[in-house]
């Protein structure tokens, strides 16, 4: 909707899909940042790589248009994330997570420690994509309320 000054002025929300987008940009950047570190070889640092290419669009749209399929997008591989790396943390039937030929992530390492590195990348991880997938899951349902409250009108 533009002003009467020729402005831009927002019909919807505007701090809770921004915050959305830039949550989403950081998983980009997560993904490249792991890729490039180079711990988990040629073929998942390729994968990486193109799943923050696949995501970044969605960045975008949902920065700048809050585009529900989007945001669907966004939501499903969130959770998609949060079950993948669930397993990897929980150890795959006892096969673990490992990084580069080290040990495999375990809740209780044999060192003593509570949390292996690996175990903490992972749940910081875990809790990363669980936000995503809210933040962009309340945003659709604040959407489609809106919507609904303005047919009703």
Do not use: K, N, Y
């Not at 939501?75 to 993948?84: N, Y």
């Amino acid at each position: 909707m533009t002003t009467t000054t020729g402005g831009v002025q927002s019909v919807g929300p505007v701090l809770h899909p921004r915050i959305c987008a830039a949550l989403t940009a950081v998983s980009c950047l997560v993904h490249l940042w792991v890729a490039a570190w180079g711990h988990h070889g040629a073929w998942l640092g390729v994968l990486m790589v193109a799943l923050a290419a696949i995501c970044i669009p969605c960045t975008f749209h949902i920065w700048r248009h809050s585009r529900v399929g989007a945001l669907h997008q966004v939501t499903v591989s969130a959770v998609a994330m949060i079950e993948l790396h669930s397993v990897l943390l929980l150890g795959a039937g006892g096969a673990g997570h490992a990084h580069g030929g080290g040990p495999a992530s375990s809740v209780v390492d044999t060192s003593g420690a509570v949390f292996s590195s690996g175990a903490a990348g992972l749940l910081l991880v875990i809790g990363l994509e669980i936000t995503t997938a809210l933040l962009a899951a309340t945003l659709v349902a604040r959407l489609r309320r809106r919507v609904q409250m303005a047919a009703a009108s």
